[in-house]
Structures are given as C-alpha cells and as structure tokens.
C-alpha cells in the first residue's frame, strides 16, 4: 500500500515537472476552410471582390489586381492607389516571381532634404504633408502584374472598386473610427478638403462614397498606366504638388517604373521560403532569423517556453543591426544578400547568443514608437489552378500623409520617412538607418514588408504576410514558426498573441496576454526589458492543409476576412 501511494506521488510529480518544462500550446481555431480557392485580405468587401473574380475564373493575379483597387476605396488607410507595395507570387507549377512597385523619391528630393538650419531631422516633414510623398507604385504595378499574368479583361478587375467608390458603400466600425480620427488631419494637411469627408462624426454602418477616386479609378480602368501617370490624374497629382509645395512631377510620374525582382528562396528544415528581396528588408532578415533559429530546438521546447522567447528575440536584435547597416535600393546600393543568408555567416551570428543573458545593445538613445500609425496592409490568395499570391501594400502610415489630391480622392503615402532622414536618427517605427538607405533622386526607401510563401515537400503550404512597420518581419517570423514548429492551425497561428525585437530600442514588445507573470518574471531575470503595447501586425495568411483544402487564417485585430469557395 505505501509503495503504491509512493508510486502516485512520483507520476504526479513527474506529470507537474514536465508539464512545468514544456506547456502545451492547442491547434487554436480552425479558420474558414474551403476546397479550392481562398481570398483573406483586411476588409470583408475587398474579400467579396477578389473572391468573385476567382470564382467567374480568374487567377490569383486577376483577384489580386481587383482586391488591391477594392483595399484602395473600402480601407483608406493603407488600401492605396497612391501608394506602393510587393507581390510574391508562385505559380502552381512552382515558378516564383515576385514584383517591387515600391515609391521612388521624386527626382527634386536630395539626402539632407528633411534636416533643419541646426542639422537637426524635422520628422514632420517626412511624415506629413506634400513633401513626404514618394512617387506612387501601385497602378504600375497592378497593371505590370497583369500583363504579364493576368487572364481577365483590365476593366473587369478595377470595375468593382469604381463601383464601391461611386455608389458608397456601409463602414465597419473601425473603419468609421479612422475615419474620425484622420478628418482633421486631412483638413489640415490637403489643399482642397473632400466633400464626402466633410461630416461631424461617422458610425458603424454609415454609407459613404468617394465620388472623385471614382472618376480617378475609371480612368484607370479606361487606360491602365497611362490613367493615373499621364493626363488628367497627373495633373491634378502635379497640381496639388505644387499648391502644397511638393516634390513630385510630371517626369517623375512619367518615369515610374515597376520592377520584377529576383525573389529571395532559402531552406528552413523541409520547408522552402520564398520571400521579397530588396529594397524590402523582409526576406532577408527571415531568412536570417530561419537561419538563425534552426540551431536551436524551439519546437521542442514550445512557444511558451522562456528559452524560445529569449532566443527569438535575440536572433531579432542581430538582424535588426544588420538591417541597418547592409540594406537598401539594390539599384543604388550593392546589398550583399548572399552574405547575409550564408550559412556559415549565420552561424557565427548564432554564436553570439548566450542562453544565459540578453545581449546588450549598445546604448544610444531609444526611437519611441507612434504605434497608432503602423500601417499597411496585406492580402493572401489562392485560387483554383494552386497558383498564389502574397501581397503587401502601403501608405506608410495610417491614411499616409494626409493628403487627399484634390480632385482625384485618393489619399497620398508618407514612404519617405522609411528613409534614414539622418544616420542614426530613428524613423516612425524607431527604426535606424545608415547610409545605405540615405535619400536620393529617384531611389526606393528601405521597406520591412515580407509577403512570404512557404513550401513543404516542393508543394504549396503557405501564404503569409501582415502590416505593421517593423513588427511585420517578426510577425511573419512568428506566423511560420506557430505553424510549422508549434503545430497550430492557420486560424490559432495569427490569433495567437506576438512579441517583437527590433535591437534598439533595446526592448521587448509584446501584446497584451502573450507573456504570463511568470514568463515576464524569467526574461527579465535573463536581462530583457519589456514594453507592453496594443495589437501587433494583422496577419492574413491561407494554409494548405493535408488533405489538400485551404484553410485561412484572418486576423481578429481588425475587420479582415477569409472567403473561398
Ligand atoms: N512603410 C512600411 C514598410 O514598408 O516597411
């Protein structure tokens, strides 16, 4: 009998200090499923659009052409036409092929353009009004997009968002929030003030137009490129330039030019990652975090344990400081891309993390975040035949810079602030920069968005990208690894709660409910300060599952949405 009762003791002390050692994380919520073909983007309209253009027989590249326009009208405050962004784009046989229309700096713009008479960076001016906008990618891109793989008339693809701006359309509740929040910027920073923004306060299911970007958008629909960087949108583009005191012109318009781009591809375990080159961050710095990462058995240790978390972190830091110094427009700069994702290289940056201890980061002073205003936004697709779509948009900041262009309703992006205005003095993301991502003439600012496709076994397995400034690498970072190392389910990998490392400053963020007190109580024991904040990044991201269906995974943070068929 007392060797028995001692026999109970022992299992449950052995059950206690193993559950103590590994907690269990579940699958989480199992998203939208659907056979085929599956749309999840940041607002339930812009998903209807894209998914009826795949089920009237469209591919991933027709849809995407569609929800970007539809994200321009229904989500204003990074759906752009004035804007830019990436495509990662996978053909269903396995070609990968992925397109930079990022803005380019006006031909006016020079290095010290946003320093004052001390010397001194005036983020303002980078960050609102005329002179923050850089030439705008989005149409470009669209239209390259689909010269070279679309299948659907233009016109069919860009009507639906000619529509939605026209005849209006209800606003969630978040999307009225912004909208009253971003008025009285807009009435201070545009020329002329948009007639169907002049209201009091807008609500939850309140229809609204935007009779201008419709005009705007059909004569995109009408002429493709030459609607928006010629005639008459340049004009009223150039016109507001001027009355605004802007940079951009005529030639600059003229002169846009998307570009397709090698894609970055590396190996994590049996997965294949296929991600956005420069001048985007985002796929080399997850290639080094997967590089990084896999020394070390964070799927054996679990999602929760203090060892992932500080070693997640201070992969972070490393490829945050190399962010800084090696990246930038590989059409001005050389990028070592290659070095950076060397094996051997990573290594040796590998070796630098102690589990014992936090890494210090040299102390300078500390970028303070303007949370409010990360924003972009990112759709994933797949359609029918397997092809796929990972995509990321921008204004920059929430709404851009607040610009409206009179006449022609669509808000401007405020992309120059990615660059370094000033080595060494933090961005809106309190991101430093070097050289390497100074300003000038013509070149693409430094960006951190990741549009990212996954692989397994050769076969598509899944599609993933977020906004979010900075956090958009360490959230798609984290999105992966949920999956792929800690066994959730699409849906339980973007509900799941993030935490973010940058290097400097020299914390930790994280979303409220990601660390318990105890797990707060053994980072910082290793030497890790932490900050906790509001929502980081919204994921929208599909994942094939073995069975072959799609599930999706839309983010709770904000209105996104997952249809499919
Ligand atoms: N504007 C945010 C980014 O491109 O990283």
């Known amino acids: 009998m007392r060797k028995r009762v001692f026999f109970i003791f022992l299992s449950l002390f052995l059950i206690l200090s193993c559950s103590e050692r590994k907690e269990l994380v579940g699958p989480g919520r199992l998203g939208v499923r659907a056979e085929k073909a599956m749309v999840v983007s940041a607002h339930p309209l812009a998903t209807k659009v894209g998914l009826d253009v795949l089920k009237n027989g469209g591919n991933a590249?027709?849809?995407?052409?569609?929800?970007?326009?539809?994200?321009?009208?229904?989500h204003p405050s990074a759906g752009n036409i004035g804007g830019g962004g990436f495509i990662v784009y996978r053909t269903r046989d396995g070609k990968y092929?992925?397109?930079?229309?990022?803005?380019?700096?006006?031909?006016?713009?020079?290095?010290?353009?946003?320093?004052d008479e001390n010397g001194k960076a005036d983020s303002g001016k980078s960050r609102q009004g005329h002179l923050a906008a850089g030439v705008p990618g989005s149409v470009y891109g669209m239209v390259m997009a689909h010269e070279k793989f679309g299948e659907m008339?233009?016109?069919?693809?860009?009507?639906?968002?000619?529509?939605?701006?026209?005849?209006?359309f209800p606003l969630t509740e978040k999307e009225a929030d912004g909208l009253n929040w971003v008025t009285e910027q807009i009435r201070q920073y545009s020329t002329v003030m948009p007639s169907n923004l002049e209201r009091e306060e807008w609500h939850e299911g309140d229809t609204i137009s935007w009779p201008g970007l419709a005009v705007t958008l059909e004569r995109i629909a009408e002429e493709g490129a030459e609607g928006f960087y010629k005639g008459k949108t340049a004009k009223l583009i150039v016109e507001e330039m001027r009355r605004g005191g802007g940079l951009i012109t005529y030639e600059d318009l003229a002169n846009y030019r998307a570009v397709w781009r090698e894609p970055v591809v590396f190996d994590y375990k049996d997965y294949k990652m296929i991600s956005m080159g420069p001048p985007s961050s985002g796929g080399v710095a997850i290639g080094q975090?997967?590089?990084?990462?896999?020394?070390?058995?964070?799927?054996?240790?679990?999602?929760?344990?203090?060892?992932t978390i500080h070693v997640m972190a201070e992969c972070e830091k490393l490829v945050f400081a190399d962010r800084a110094e090696y990246l930038g427009d590989p059409d001005f700069i050389e990028v070592p891309v290659f070095k950076l994702l060397d094996p051997e290289y990573l290594a040796l940056r590998t070796a630098l993390i102690s589990l014992d201890k936090a890494r210090q980061t040299t102390k300078i002073s500390a970028g303070q975040f303007i949370e409010e205003h990360e924003e972009t936004t990112h759709f994933s697709i797949v359609d029918a035949e397997g092809n796929a779509v990972s995509c990321t948009t921008t204004l920059n900041g929430s709404y851009g810079n607040y610009v409206v262009v009179g006449g022609a309703g669509f808000l401007l992006n405020n992309e120059m602030d990615d660059f370094s205005?000033?080595?060494?003095?933090?961005?809106?993301?309190?991101?430093?920069?070097?050289?390497?991502?100074?300003?000038?003439?013509?070149?693409?600012?430094?960006?951190?968005?990741?549009?990212?496709?996954?692989?397994?076994?050769?076969?598509?397995?899944?599609?993933t990208g977020t906004p979010g400034g900075s956090t958009i690498i360490t959230s798609v970072f984290q999105n992966i690894l949920n999956v792929i190392e800690f066994g959730m389910n699409m849906q339980g990998a973007?509900?799941?709660?993030?935490?973010?490392?940058?290097?400097?400053?020299?914390?930790?963020?994280y979303e409220k409910g990601r660390f318990d007190r105890a797990l707060r109580k053994k980072l910082k024991k290793l030497g890790h300060s932490l900050k906790k904040r509001d929502a980081i990044g919204r994921v929208d991201a599909i994942l094939v599952?073995?069975?072959?269906?799609?599930?999706?995974?839309?983010?709770?943070?904000?209105?996104?949405?997952a249809m499919g068929f």
Not at 97 to 114: G, Q
Not at 155 to 168: M, Q, Y
Not at 289 to 307: A, K, T, Y
């Open 421 to 463: 205005s000033k080595p060494g003095v933090p961005n809106m993301y309190g991101l430093i920069g070097g050289e390497a991502n100074a300003i000038e003439p013509g070149k693409r600012m430094l960006s951190s968005m990741t549009p990212t496709i996954v692989e397994k076994n050769g076969k598509l397995f899944m599609v």
């Open 153 to 168: 008339p233009w016109r069919s693809l860009v009507e639906p968002s000619v529509k939605l701006a026209r005849d209006g």
């Open 494 to 509: 973007v509900d799941f709660k993030r935490f973010h490392h940058q290097w400097r400053p020299d914390y930790i963020q």
């Open 545 to 561: 599952r073995e069975d072959g269906s799609l599930e999706g995974g839309a983010d709770p943070r904000g209105d996104d949405t």
């Open 97 to 115: 092929f992925t397109l930079d229309y990022r803005e380019k700096a006006p031909a006016a713009a020079h290095r010290d353009m946003y320093l």
């Open 61 to 74: 590249i027709d849809a995407a052409v569609a929800v970007q326009f539809a994200l321009a009208v229904v």
């Open 289 to 307: 975090l997967f590089g990084m990462v896999s020394h070390f058995p964070v799927g054996e240790w679990g999602v929760n344990d203090v060892r």
